[in-house]
C-alpha cells in the first residue's frame, strides 16, 4: 500500500535504544462481561512520537483512560520509568510527569492566553491553583508562560482572551498548558480532531516541536498526521493490537489494511487531503 506522505527523518536519539519510558504487559479492560481492551502490550520508547490508531471502538481511548487511570485495568500492569504505577491515582500520575490533553479543547475561555498558561504554571508556587492571586503575585511566572506561548507559536496573542482565538490556536494553547506542567510523557487524544487543512499541518508540526526532549503518545485518526510525524504506530482492533512498527511496515501488513488502513487512507484522501 502506498501512501503520499514521506516518512520523517528518525531524530537521533541521547538513550539506549532500549530504553523504553512507558510499558504494559497485558492489560485488560472488561466492562459487566464486554472486554474492551484484551491484553495490551505496550513499549513506548523514550523521545519517540509513538501513535496509536484504530477503527472506532477499537480500544484506544479507553487504553488511554487506563494508562492516567481514569479507569483502572481488570487485570494487567503498567510501568513508567520502570516503577510499576498500576495502581496510582490519576494526580500521582501526572505527578509523575505523564500529562494528557482531551478531543475536546480544554482551556479557560474566559481568562487571556497568558493567563491560562500562568494557571498551569501555579503548580510551581506549591498547593493548590489560586484564582484570587493578585496579578501582581502572579505576574513572577509571565517571563516563564511567555516561553511557553513562543514555543507553540502563541507569544503575540498572549493578551488575546482565549475565547477568541481560532479552534487550531486554542489546541496550541492547550499544548502550551501541558507543557507547563513539565510533563516527560504527553498523551494526545485526537490533536486534529475538527480542524481544517491549514490547522493540521500546523498543529502537527508544533507536535513535531515540542516533541525534542519528551515523549508522545497520540490516538489520531488523521493518516496524514500519523505518517507524517510518527516513529512506531500500533494498530488497534477490538481491543488487541492487531500490529505495530513503522508507518511503511505497518501500511503494508494484509490484516491492517483490511481491518483499518484502507478505509482511514481513503477518508484521509477524500476529505483530508
Not at 519510558?21 to 472488561?30: F, G, M, R, S
Not at 496509536?52 to 483502572?72: D, E, S, V
Not at 494484509?254 to 483499518?260: F, L, R, S
Amino acid at each position: 500500500m502506498r501512501h503520499a506522505w514521506r516518512r520523517p527523518r528518525r531524530r537521533a536519539k541521547s538513550r539506549a535504544m532500549n530504553d523504553y519510558i512507558l510499558e504494559t504487559d497485558n492489560l485488560v479492560k472488561e466492562f459487566k462481561g464486554f472486554v474492551a481492551v484484551d491484553n495490551v502490550s505496550l513499549k513506548v520508547r523514550r523521545g519517540h512520537i509513538h501513535a496509536m490508531i484504530g477503527p472506532n471502538g477499537a480500544g484506544k481511548t479507553t487504553c488511554f483512560n487506563l494508562l492516567t487511570k481514569f479507569l483502572q485495568p481488570t487485570r494487567g500492569a503498567i510501568r513508567f520509568n520502570n516503577i510499576d504505577i498500576t495502581g496510582d491515582p490519576p494526580a500521582k500520575i501526572a505527578r509523575r510527569g505523564i500529562v494528557r490533553s482531551f478531543q475536546i479543547s480544554a482551556v479557560f475561555p474566559h481568562l487571556t492566553v497568558l493567563e491560562n498558561v500562568r494557571i498551569a504554571l501555579q503548580r510551581k508556587l506549591g498547593g493548590s491553583f489560586y484564582f484570587w492571586r493578585s496579578d501582581k503575585t502572579l505576574s513572577r511566572l509571565d517571563t516563564r508562560a511567555i516561553e511557553l506561548l513562543a514555543e507553540v507559536g502563541l507569544d503575540a496573542q498572549n493578551r488575546m482572551v482565549a475565547v477568541e482565538l481560532p479552534y487550531g490556536q486554542k489546541r496550541a494553547l492547550e499544548i502550551a498548558t501541558t507543557l507547563a506542567l513539565e510533563p516527560e510523557l504527553i498523551l494526545l487524544d485526537e490533536p486534529t480532531q475538527g480542524m481544517g487543512h491549514e490547522d493540521v499541518d500546523r498543529v502537527m508540526q508544533l507536535i513535531k516541536k515540542v516533541s525534542a526532549d519528551r515523549t508522545i503518545l497520540m490516538v489520531e485518526h488523521n493518516m496524514k498526521v500519523v505518517a507524517g510525524i510518527s516513529d512506531t504506530i500500533t494498530v488497534l482492533a477490538r481491543g488487541s493490537v492487531l500490529a505495530e512498527g513503522p508507518y511503511a511496515e505497518v501500511a503494508k501488513n494484509p490484516q491492517v489494511i483490511e481491518a483499518y488502513m484502507g478505509t482511514a487512507e481513503n477518508e484521509a484522501s477524500g476529505s483530508q487531503a
